[in-house]
Structure formats: C-alpha cells, structure tokens
C-alpha cells in the first residue's frame, strides 16, 4: 500500500467528511448504479450508438 494513501486516510480520520458530502458521494454512485442497471437490462440505445464497426477493431471503410 501505497505510504501517502496512509497519510490521506490519518487525516481523514481526524476530521471526517460532512454528513452532506458523504450523501452526496453515496447519491453519485447510486445514480452511476441506476445507470449501470438499466444498461444492463434493457441494454443499450440504438440511438446512442456509432456507425463504426461495433465488433471492436479497426473501423470498415
């Protein structure tokens, strides 16, 4: 582990977030969870994707 990570984790200790900052980190990451999951179930727009080569690699010219 890296010593500064240590440092960083000391301080936070010693003077911890706000209430208000940590609901706002915990509401970030449930809206990327939000996201995350309706990808995964209903999958991904048509309208949001490329034209290229969606199969990854060079693109078909």
Known sequence: MNL???V???K???NPPS????KLVLGII???LIIVG??????WPEWL???GNL???????
């Open 4 to 6: 500064i990570w240590l």
């Open 55 to 61: 199969q990854g690699g060079a693109p078909k010219f």
């Open 19 to 22: 209430p208000q900052r940590v």
């Open 12 to 14: 936070w200790a010693r």
């Open 30 to 32: 449930a809206l990327c």
């Open 49 to 51: 994707t490329t034209n």
């Open 38 to 43: 309706i990808e995964f179930f209903f999958g």
């Open 8 to 10: 960083r984790m000391s």
